[in-house]
């Protein structure tokens, strides 16, 4: 099992950026694909970004793509989404997952090993 410790939510205005840091223990990464979810009041978790650990290819949902960037630092054990432009709707506690294999990367009930959030929130 891999135990994850998301940081570097907070309160932002739009069209700030923030950086969030997903810390990994218990072990290595380097062959997990990562993702990130994201869950605002009163709606389902839902997919933001991914990065396979073999190719290092990256998915975005729509509605954060050319905004958003997930990477990855496999010697430090660590995942990163740096987020710019935010909006509004970004507000939401921002989970980090970890899995290896799985076939359909934005059903979060894809992902077994997940962090306990951060909060993103972005006033207008």
């Known amino acids: 099992q891999v135990r994850l410790i998301e940081s570097g939510g907070g309160l932002v205005e739009a069209g700030d950026s923030l950086r969030l840091s997903c810390a990994a223990s218990?072990?290595?990464?380097?062959?997990?694909?990562m993702g990130w979810f994201r869950q605002a009041p009163g709606k389902d978790r839902e997919f933001v970004a991914y990065?396979?650990?073999?190719?290092?290819?990256?998915y975005y949902t729509e509605s954060v793509k050319g905004r958003f960037t997930i990477s990855r630092d496999n010697a430090k054990n660590t995942v990163y989404l740096q987020m710019n432009s935010l909006k509004p709707e970004d507000t939401a506690v921002y989970y980090c997952?970890?899995?290896?294999?799985?076939?359909?990367?934005?059903?979060?009930?894809?992902?077994?090993?997940w962090g306990q959030g951060t909060q993103v929130t972005v006033s207008s």
């Open positions: 997952a970890a899995r290896q294999g799985g076939v359909s990367y934005t059903d979060s009930r894809e992902w077994y090993d």
């Open positions: 218990g072990r290595a990464i380097s062959t997990y694909n």
């Open positions: 990065i396979m650990w073999s190719t290092g290819r990256t």
